[in-house]
């Protein structure tokens, strides 16, 4: 198997539409990677089948910076530091009170070991890719604007590339297998700059009018393993 790309960073999003975290190197399982996702605040009025508050409603969420701080089995902590600098724990009073007055809305804190996904555990975006939509809407580019878990450079392709893999099973490291399952069609969220929160309607605009609303993939883990920065990635078939 010959390599299309390598890992140029790995993020998870322990609580749900709140700033991302790096990572030097993961084991996903099939739940994605580990701890992503797995908190969200639950709009309690909401009856759709996309409840969460995110970032769309209060786009000061992506100001919050989550952080795992103890990880053994049976136990994890998650802290968040707010915008002004406290540093809260996810489950406390205090930082709920404080996201529902600022959103206007009635929640609950959600905590899911399957994680809180919008389409699938595992988000994939090409460096080539992020730096196309920057150009194009006259914006800096910043991949944690897009919120994957695997940011990728590829070897030959181009841009956009990476959409072509949709349907086709990827080799992560020595033993991660990851099936791509659909393109990735992006929303308002990537409007809003990921530490400022201040929104560029440019970047949606491009995606949506060139390139059909989609820039990366989603995919699913096939097979469990480590993967680390610097990993090759090939496609299986």
């Known amino acids: 198997m010959n390599p299309v790309a390598k890992i140029l960073q790995l993020a998870r999003y322990p609580v749900k539409s709140m700033r991302g975290e790096s990572l030097s190197a993961t084991t996903p399982t099939l739940q994605g990677v580990p701890e992503d996702r797995r908190y969200a605040f639950v709009q309690a009025a909401s009856r759709s089948a996309f409840p969460w508050l995110t970032a769309r409603q209060l786009p000061e969420l992506l100001r919050c910076k989550p952080a795992v701080e103890a990880e053994e089995p049976g136990e994890v902590v998650v802290a ?9 724990p996810i489950d406390s009073e205090e930082l709920g009170r404080e996201i529902e007055t600022r959103s206007g809305r009635v929640l609950f804190l959600l905590h899911d070991g399957r994680g809180s996904y919008d389409a ?3 988000s994939l975006i090409s460096r080539q890719t992020v730096a196309c939509i920057a ?8 991949p944690w604007r897009f919120h994957p878990n695997l940011l990728v450079d590829l070897q030959d392709g181009a841009a956009f590339e990476e959409l072509n893999w949709v349907g086709r099973i990827l080799r992560i490291g020595d033993t991660a297998r990851v099936a791509t399952t659909e393109a990735d069609q992006r929303c308002v969220m990537i409007t809003l700059d990921p530490e400022t929160a201040i929104s560029s309607p440019s970047v949606l605009r491009s995606v949506v009018q060139q390139h059909n609303q989609c820039a990366g993939v989603y995919g699913t883990i096939l097979t469990p393993g480590e993967v680390r920065i610097g990993d090759a990635i090939s496609l299986e078939i």
């Open 80 to 88: 968040v530091t707010t915008p002004d600098g406290r540093k809260l």
């Open 120 to 122: 699938a555990p595992i």
């Open 135 to 142: 150009e194009e809407s006259g914006t800096e580019v910043n």
